[in-house]
């Protein structure tokens, strides 16, 4: 069953509640008598690994982006330029 997260309007208090998926939203915080919004949070659900739509089937845009992330002219630092060092100041007396 899945975990749902309500914000009570007049405590502030967050909480999760397993339910159903048919079942109603709640709408009154039991200890504060508040209304209760349902939030909306982030997934555990990660797609990884081959065999999911994204990684089998990429538009042409994605094969272009994946395979210059990987071409070797991408991943090599270029030589960073540093300006001469000045020659001492001789001093003749």
């Known amino acids: 069953m899945p975990i749902y997260e ?8 967050e ?7 048919t079942d109603s939203p709640l709408v009154m915080h039991a200890d504060c ?3 209760l919004k349902k939030l909306i949070s982030n997934s555990a659900f990660v797609l990884k690994g081959s065999g999911w739509y994204v990684t089998d089937y990429p538009s042409q845009s994605r ?3 994946m395979s210059s992330d990987k071409s070797p002219a991408a991943t090599e630092s270029k030589p ?3 300006a001469p060092a000045a020659a001492p100041a001789s001093t003749t007396a």
């Open 33 to 35: 008598g508040g209304n």
């Open 80 to 82: 960073v330029r540093t």
């Open 15 to 21: 909480m999760e509640v397993v339910q159903k998926i």
């Open 6 to 13: 309500y914000l009570c309007d007049k405590c502030g208090e």
């Open 63 to 65: 094969k272009q982006a």
